[in-house]
């Protein structure tokens, strides 16, 4: 996506177009990953010097506000960011931290044991071994699962 359409994009969703939210939005469309914000950082302070990481971590803050992004909790004081793409699940593996998404159907995850309550966010997150690190563990022989 272009800067004129982020920052329509941005407008539409009642979220001020700074230059600093342009470029934070514009590298989600762009690395399709899930990023820290020390990651976000890393990446945007060379071409921006006066960026701060109070500005990412308020940024990374309107947009999940706005659900323009969603903040995964990986492990204890890790939060990493994808955009919002739909609801989807991720996987996580243990021996190389590789996230990975998947599509989920949201009548999959009804819960009779919560009617009536308000659910405000749906996570899915599954724990293992990749395919590819499952595969080097089997050419080497090691099996620690």
Known sequence: MDILKLKEFLEKNNIKPTYQRL?????????????????????????????????????LSIFTEHDLLNELVISKGESRYDIAKGFHGHFVCKKCKGIY?????????????????????????????????????????????
């Open 101 to 145: 998404d998947f599509d989920v159907e949201l009548p999959d995850l009804e819960v009779k044991e919560l009617e009536g309550f308000e659910i405000t966010v749906k996570n899915l997150t599954y724990y293992g071994v990749c395919a590819n690190c499952k595969a080097v563990q089997s050419v080497d022989g090691v099996n620690d699962m």
């Open 23 to 59: 470029q934070i939005l514009k590298l989600f469309e762009t690395e399709k990953s899930h990023l820290t914000a020390d990651e976000i950082y890393m990446k945007l302070a060379l071409e921006n010097p006066s960026l701060s990481k109070a500005t990412i971590y308020n940024t």
